[in-house]
């Protein structure tokens, strides 16, 4: 009879499941209670952590979708972003911790930050430059198959085009309400009126809600809007 209790793999921890996981390494990435001048430093580094994670996840899945895409695989491209979309969403969830961090409380743990700040993050950076490729690949895509967008939306509702398209938008949306929910947790924390850690204005946030990954899918809205059935109505 196998003798389950028996550990196989190899690496450090006690169980199979540390070694593979790598949880010992892991859980040792916070401050520890001697070096926290503050004990919601563990809230905001797990916050911040956890985020580079799913966004490590986020991009892989994003460069996987805009290859699939080149190879005209276009379903299992729009099911890739579909996981990237929920990475985001859970990204923006996790914000609702930083509700139980005072403001008080964090400008303590601001002495202990020095310049770091979110403009930084390898994740974010490395949303935008998959962004980037994602656009490329569709953008190719579209050129090869000579495609009209806006008569894709008005006859080919449900065609793998069109997922791939709407699969797009949901991304490009859920960055954007992940860009709401940061300022917004950002101004209840620290203010408006005030600089972040690298002087940067906290309003500045503000101005990146607006951003587009794929502005030709959005303003195609306002074509089909402006040559559609109430066309006089939008002018």
Known sequence: MKDYSKQVLTGEGDTDYARYMRTDTLLSLQRGPDEVVHRDELLFQVVHQTTELWLKLTCADLDEAAERIGAEELE???????????????????????????????????????????????????IRGCGRRLEAAFAAMVRR????????????????????????????????????????????????????????PVDVLASLINYKF??????????LTRTGPMAETAL
Not at 163 to 187: F, G, N, P, Q
Not at 214 to 223: C, N
């Open 76 to 126: 299992s491209a729009t099911g890739l972003l579909g996981r990237a979309s929920l990475g985001i969403e859970l990204v923006t969830g996790q914000l609702e911790m930083m509700r139980h961090l005072s403001p008080w409380d964090f400008q303590l743990i601001r002495t202990v930050l020095g310049h770091g700040s979110g403009a930084d993050s390898p994740g974010w950076r490395a």
């Open 145 to 200: 198959r000579g495609l009209d967008l806006a008569e894709l939306y008005r006859s080919g509702l449900y065609s793998p085009e069109h997922r791939l398209a709407e699969a797009l938008i949901e991304w490009d949306e859920r960055i954007s309400l992940w860009r709401v929910r940061h300022y917004k947790m950002a101004t209840r924390v620290i203010g408006h009126q005030v600089v972040g850690t690298q002087g940067t």
């Open 214 to 223: 794929f502005p030709e899918l959005w303003q195609l809205r306002d074509e």
